[in-house]
């Protein structure tokens, strides 16, 4: 009995031995498939948010590209107005055959001229330099502190690259990091020098909050950094950790491009003059949130693995909640034009054609074009700070006066768009209800820009094109929009006209 006793206990004994086995092998299964589904789910996404954030850096640099190259050509267009007179430009101060009075003369009226041109933009030098090291105009102490044994029209015409339109862009000359300078020959003997402080560019690298921690940089050819988000950089070479990478085989430094490394997500956009835009995120601070969730659930992994599986992806769902809400609330900054406050042209467009696409072909649509007319003369006379606010009124002028069922797009400059669909009004009612509005608009417009119409003859022209045509795409909707502009401008302005109506004296 006792033998039988022992063999029972004994027999027990590994019985619950196989139990305990198997539960620990069961434990450790289910250990491991929750920690690796976590892996997965937390993985993709880290990925997703990675490549989302990477789409909006790059659009963001994007839309930095273009304002510095904007920037720029309006630095190369100013000088251009010294070639209005022979006596701006083929004057020779170096020539002995010109008498003492009319070097006087001349200059004095070269002189009173960059005053006039110079006065446009800040800038910090805007003055001619004869061969002879001899100057016209204003070329700052700063400037000619660095060639105190002269060489200021050798040094700057050696930075002349540009044969087909005898110009150039330098920085750092001498060691100075406090400007950059755009260079244009006059003649064989005579160059205009003219430059801004660097620091001036902050009014042109303005990125959005979210994207706080990204570190902006302007470079030139050299990899020597002109602007920076973080000032104590200026003048330096680009990081090294951000050069091996923007020179690695993977990364076309010649154009526009972008790369993710272990360490950063780099972006650059390449300017018309061969300068470059940086925009460089350290990797774990896009997925620094990513990171924390990770580590929280496979702790809870640990202590709770008979119900991870099921309380973990409840967890990390919930968690999740808050990334997706960041991640679409920078998307909705990309799309949104950061100046008038409605669709960009590439969202604009996207969005019409996706409508299109939902619509029935019996549909009617009404598609229209505005543009503010004499625009350029607000910038001219009240200043392109001006220029943006009058943008930013008229964004808020067309939410106002349209409702959500209005798709309203910037395409570019003061030209603005409308879509809307209509479904079940006959064509009569739609037409009418498009007279009343396009009134409604130029009325509006009146009150709203009253004093820029009295300073600078401010007013709005708009096409109206109203589709019945089955298979519209985009591209006919704005086509025939904007020749109904087109007559519209060529009628006077201040007025709207009817697509197919121009020849029948409709237009408004």
């Known amino acids: 009995m006792p033998d039988k006793n022992r063999k029972r206990e004994r027999s027990d004994e590994r019985f619950r031995l196989f139990q305990y086995e198997v539960l620990f092998v069961f434990a450790m299964l289910i250990i491991i498939v929750t920690a690796f589904l976590d892996y997965v789910i937390l993985d993709r996404t880290g990925r997703a948010m990675q490549e989302k954030v990477s789409d909006l850096i790059a659009a963001n640099s994007r839309q930095l590209e273009l304002n510095i190259n904007s920037y720029l050509e309006r630095m190369e267009t100013t000088p251009t107005l010294l070639f209005s007179d022979e006596v701006y430009y083929l004057y020779d101060e170096t020539d002995e055959k010109i008498e003492d009075y009319d070097k006087v003369k001349n200059e004095e009226t070269i002189k009173n001229r960059i005053v006039d041109i110079g006065l446009m933009d800040n800038y910090s030098d805007f003055g001619i330099v004869y061969a002879d090291d001899h100057k016209v105009g204003w070329v700052s102490h700063g400037t000619q502190d660095l060639f105190k044994d002269g060489g200021i029209y050798d040094t700057f015409s050696s930075y002349i690259t540009n044969t087909k339109k005898n110009d150039g862009w330098c920085f ?247 879509y809307t669909g209509c479904k079940d009004v006959p064509m009569e009612d739609i037409k009418a209800a498009a007279i009343e509005r396009m009134e409604q608009v130029i009325l509006a417009f009146a009150e709203e820009f009253e004093y820029e119409r009295e300073q600078c003859e401010l007013s709005i022209s708009a096409g109206v094109y109203i589709r019945e045509v089955k298979d519209t795409n985009f591209k006919d909707l704005y086509e025939k929009a904007d020749s109904a502009l087109y007559i519209s401008k060529n009628n006077g302005k201040s007025c709207y006209t009817f697509y197919g109506e121009e020849a029948e004296g409709d237009e408004k």
């Open 172 to 418: 750092g000359v001498n060691g100075n990091s406090d400007r950059m300078y755009y260079i244009k020959r006059l003649n064989p003997n005579a160059i205009l020098i003219s430059s801004i402080y660097t620091r001036e560019l902050a009014s042109v690298f303005v990125y959005p909050e979210q994207l706080e921690e990204m570190t902006i940089r302007f470079v030139d050819e050299e990899n020597t950094i002109m602007f920076s988000s973080d000032n104590s950089e200026i003048g330096e070479k680009l990081p090294e950790d951000i050069l091996k990478n923007i020179e690695s085989e993977f990364f076309d430094a010649g154009n526009s491009s972008s790369i993710v490394t272990r360490d950063y997500l780099i972006n650059t956009n390449v300017c018309f003059n061969g300068w470059r835009v940086v925009c460089s995120v350290p990797t774990d601070i896009i997925l620094k949130e990513n990171q924390e969730l990770k580590s929280f659930t496979l702790r809870i992994s640990g202590a709770l693995a008979m119900l991870f599986v099921f309380v973990g992806l409840i967890i990390i769902t919930k968690l999740s909640k808050p990334m997706d809400g960041m991640v679409s609330s920078l998307q909705d900054k990309a799309e949104i034009d950061r100046l008038s406050g409605v669709m960009n042209k590439a969202t604009f467009q996207e969005t019409v054609e996706n409508e299109l696409k939902k619509n029935p072909a019996d549909d009617l649509i009404v598609f229209v074009m505005m543009d503010m007319d004499n625009f350029k003369q607000i910038n001219d006379r009240l200043g392109h700070s001006y220029g943006d606010q009058v943008i930013i009124r008229m964004g808020k002028l067309l939410r106002k006066l349209y409702n959500s069922q209005t798709i309203i797009g910037r395409l570019g400059g003061d030209e603005f768009a409308l």
